[in-house]
């Protein structure tokens, strides 16, 4: 408990100084990175939280008075989400902003860096519904059969003769690399891999990496898995989001 109180002290003298506009800048990221850690997020998680945890401490700092993200309040919280609102951003948007806000100052107030959570009793904005695009299970063996059947083949081949050829010296930790080697595919590359192979096999609607996502936890619940583990293996910090997969599921047996 010591080692933790201290740990978040100092986490909250880095945040006093780089989101006041000081030289350390970039030590605000170590709060989005430890609580990362701390709730097991997926990359794409830390990553998109990042963003908008920034977004709203650039906010406090454009308004020039001493603000932090530890010390702001609800109204800096409604002013910020209202200037968003202002500047056209979709509803899905601020949904999502509000979302990483209430994730990161839950998880500072349950480690006693805060005393109040200033998200606590704010509303998510209602957004009209709408159920990720899947494919069936049909259309998924299509897509892997467009890879001439030799998945095995293929993944043997690449972990035995393309990759010690990309990662010539071995100082690579990323299991799939680029052309450069040491460092990893590219998102750009594989949603590229995943669209030619779906028009290869003749699927022609928006079939992207996000959508084997989907098809993965609809599939899964369709199939008899339990929601918390679906959420566990997406990586979502909140059940909420998973939960729209049994919409999904719903919506296909109707």
Known sequence: ARERESGMRMLR????VCVAGGKRKGEAAA???????????????????GRDIKSF???LVRREEERTLINATRKDVLEYLDEAKKSGLAATT??????????FYGWLAEEGAIKVNPTETLERPKLPKTLPKTLTEGQVEQLISAFDGETD?????????????LDADGSSDY???????????????????????????GLWGKVHPH???????????AHGAGIRP???????????????YTHVDTARIL
């Open 153 to 165: 083949a293929l993944a043997v081949d690449y972990l035995e003769q393309a990759r010690p050829k």
């Open 94 to 103: 601020l949904s999502r902003r509000l979302m990483a806000l209430r994730t």
């Open 175 to 201: 299991l799939f690399v680029s052309q450069h080697g040491n460092h990893p595919l590219t998102r750009q590359t594989l949603w590229n891999i995943v669209e030619s192979a779906a028009r290869r096999c």
């Open 57 to 59: 401490g650039e906010f």
């Open 13 to 16: 003298e880095r945040e006093s």
């Open 230 to 244: 679906i959420q566990e293996m997406l990586g979502h910090s909140s059940i909420a989001t998973t939960q729209i």
């Open 31 to 49: 709060m989005v990175a430890q609580m990362s850690l701390a709730l097991g997020l997926a990359e794409n998680s830390r990553l998109s939280y």
């Open 211 to 221: 959508t084997l996502r989907h098809c993965f936890a609809s599939h899964m619940l």
